[in-house]
T-cell receptor
């Protein structure tokens, strides 16, 4: 069965610093992978997705993610974090339905 | 394109009451999904529709839950005899057929007292 693990429950970074959020997946075939962001009390917004091809995927708001099959990882990165990036981030995989990780809460300190 | 909409956004009810939530998907999206999200967790799949056909239901969807999509457009999720454990955010998403990307609505937050 598919599963997604986000090892970090909370991460705090300083504004302007770089960010990496970790995601590990378990899936037998080539996975479809997603990162969503959720602001408090809101629905989920798609940041980026990976289906195949180039393993470095660009998304909205300056985010990117890299698919590494050998590590079963799909980590999300941003070179310079803004205070407005504070939110909860979910990694997910798809196999006729989305299976989400537990999420990572990002705090940005000024 | 107005996005996925859900109504109501918030619902407070007493234990034992019935509640119904509505989801309007993006126009022409054939697939519609319901998820439940509890505090500190990622969303969990409940059920999905391809047009009006309900194709899969999670074991999370007890017999107190029922979902419909009668004309293949909007969908309703009803919870009968609500329990405090039903308190959660209920999220709806839609996608075109043969596309894996799902677009989410703002959710309905349910509080059962």
């Amino acid at each position: 069965a598919q599963s997604v693990t986000q090892p970090d429950i909370h991460i705090t970074v300083s504004e302007g610093a770089s960010l990496e959020l970790r995601c590990n997946y378990s899936y037998g075939a080539t996975p479809y992978l997603f990162w969503y962001v959720q602001s408090p009390g809101q629905g989920l917004q798609l940041l980026l997705k990976y289906f195949s091809g180039d393993t470095l995927v660009q998304g909205i708001k300056g985010f990117e993610a890299e698919f590494k099959r050998s590590q079963s990882s799909f980590n999300l990165r941003k070179p310079s974090v803004h205070w407005s990036d504070a939110a909860e981030y979910f990694c997910a995989t798809y196999g006729n339905k989305l299976v989400f990780g537990a999420g990572t809460i990002l705090r940005v300190k000024s | 394109d107005t996005g996925v909409s859900q109504d109501p956004r918030h619902k407070i009810t007493k234990r034992g009451q019935n509640v119904t939530f509505r989801c309007d998907p993006i126009s022409e999206h054939n697939r519609l999904y319901w998820y439940r999200q509890t505090l500190g967790q990622g969303p969990e799949f409940l059920t999905y529709f391809q047009n009006e056909a309900q194709l899969e239901k999670s074991r999370l969807l007890s017999d107190r839950f029922s979902a419909e999509r009668p004309k293949g457009s909007f969908s309703t999720l009803e919870i009968q005899r609500t329990e405090q454990g039903d308190s959660a955010m209920y999220l709806c998403a839609s996608s075109p057929t043969l596309e894996e990307t799902q677009y989410f609505g703002p959710g309905t937050r349910l509080l059962v007292l």
